[in-house]
């Protein structure tokens, strides 16, 4: 069992950035490949972001490239989002989750367990 903790949104102003970290509890993180999705209210959930379990290769929405950045740390068994340059439309929870996969992780069923998410504001 892999028990995923989000933590650090907040309300930050149009153009701010945050980094919302994600605290894995489980001996084995580094065999996980992570991912970063993103629900705003009223919508579907969405990928926004993932990186292999060796960190070498990192996926982004189109959207948020050049924008953010899915840093992780395997030593200390975390996986991190920088969000820069925010935008109104980023507004949403976001939600870590952790995959036993090594393809599709834009989609939703590729991944195992689930954090309960954080919610992010950008005000204009």
């Known amino acids: 069992q892999v028990l995923l903790r989000e933590s650090g949104g907040g309300l930050v102003q149009s153009g701010g950035p945050l980094r919302p970290p994600c605290a894995a509890s489980v001996p084995t993180f580094s065999v996980y490949a992570m991912g970063w999705f993103r629900q705003a209210p009223g919508k579907e959930r969405e990928f926004v972001a993932a990186i292999s379990w060796d960190g070498g290769t990192t996926y982004y929405k189109d959207s948020v490239k050049g924008r953010f950045t899915i840093p992780r740390d395997n030593a200390k068994n975390m996986v991190y989002l920088q969000l820069n340059s925010l935008k109104p439309e980023d507004t949403a929870v976001y939600y870590c989750?952790?995959?036993?996969?090594?393809?599709?992780?834009?989609?939703?069923?590729?991944?195992?367990?689930w954090g309960q998410g954080t919610q992010v504001t950008v005000s204009s």
């Open positions: 989750a952790a995959a036993l996969a090594s393809r599709w992780f834009d989609r939703m069923d590729t991944y195992n367990f």
